[in-house]
């Protein structure tokens, strides 16, 4: 310390104003605070620019864990704007030139005419007494909302003659992205008479992917029928696929020379396994179940035929 204090005394010697600023008599101490140091506190923050803490994903909320701001506010208000009529493009082309190629973009691009045909059912049916055939298919040609379509289907004995035929000629129409609107005729043909009916009914996919249809009829004679459709495709593997099948047939009246009862005439059950090696081909095999009720079992049973009949089944489904 003595050391310190001799090397203060000789630093004042040679500055007369450093000894001035180390003269501490001089300092006036009653203006310090000797107590505890104040504790400065922090500056408000503002937490409008921070965001709100985000909740974390759950099961009950699969979509917690998003930001999501409400959008309303960016949401123009008012009548959407004209379409716009200058083009870009025909500030180097004549406007002709653009139309024509606008149009072919808009017929490539959903405007054109397609076609499909679709062979459901080319089956062979082995029961009870002689075995027989069966088929079931249609197709169609338009665009996406206007389309003519045709459907046929018939069955008969092997080795025999044709039992019964049906070729129907529709006009279709989409009604919403799922049903299709039809309207048209429907001829009959085979061992039985001759009939021509009036056709309308809808067809399409409905929710958990069941196809379905309804057909009502009116013949050229005043009978009235009404057709019920329904299937669905269960796959088991990609290329494995079970499809159970149910139609039900409905008539307004006894139709004796057709052998047909009032009430619910008959039903039909299948259920097929269909291997596709491609989309466009799939051989199955299957069983199928038919029953004939009320009138429609006796007209059945006074020709000497069996109101119900189960068979074995194997064919092909294919479609181009």
């Not at 099961?59 to 123009?76: C, R």
């Not at 082309?93 to 054109?112: F, H, I, Q, T, V």
């Not at 029928?225 to 079970?242: G, K, M, N, P, V």
């Amino acid at each position: 310390m003595r050391m310190i204090a001799a090397a203060l005394m000789l630093a004042s010697a040679s500055s007369p104003a450093l000894a001035q600023e180390m003269d501490h008599g001089q300092m006036d101490h009653s203006q310090m605070d000797h107590g505890a140091p104040e504790q400065q506190q922090p500056p408000p923050q503002d937490h409008s620019a921070h965001p709100a803490p985000v909740e974390a994903p759950s099961d009950d909320n699969p979509h917690a864990g998003h930001a999501m701001s409400s959008t309303d506010d960016a949401i123009p208000k008012g009548d959407a704007p004209p379409v716009p009529t200058d083009h870009a493009a025909e500030a180097f082309y004549s406007p002709a030139d653009m139309a024509r190629a606008r149009a072919a973009m808009l017929k490539e691009s959903g405007g054109m005419a397609f076609s499909q045909l679709m062979l459901d059912r080319l089956e062979y049916r082995m029961g009870k007494g002689r075995d027989g055939y069966h088929w079931e298919g249609e197709g169609w040609i338009g665009g996406d909302i206007n389309r003519f379509a045709f459907k046929t289907e018939g069955e008969g004995e092997v080795g025999g003659g044709l039992e019964s035929a049906e070729a129907q000629a529709l006009y279709s129409r989409a009604i919403d992205p799922w049903f299709n609107l039809e309207a048209g005729v429907r001829h009959d043909f085979g061992a039985g008479p001759d009939r021509t009916y009036a056709v309308i009914g809808v067809d399409g996919l409905a929710p958990y992917w069941f196809e379905v249809g309804a057909q009502a009829f009116l013949s050229h004679k005043g009978d009235a029928h009404l057709r019920l459709e329904a299937s669905y495709d269960q796959r088991i593997t990609q290329r494995l696929i079970l499809q159970p099948a149910a139609e039900v047939n409905i008539a307004a009246q006894d139709v004796p020379e057709l052998g047909i009862g009032s009430g619910v005439s008959d039903i039909e059950l299948g259920l097929r396994l269909r291997y596709e090696f491609a989309r466009e081909f799939a051989p199955y095999v299957g069983v199928n179940w038919e029953r004939k009720l009320g009138d429609t079992a006796r007209f059945a049973r006074a020709e000497g035929k069996r109101a119900s009949a189960a068979s074995l089944v194997m064919g092909v489904r294919f479609w181009f």
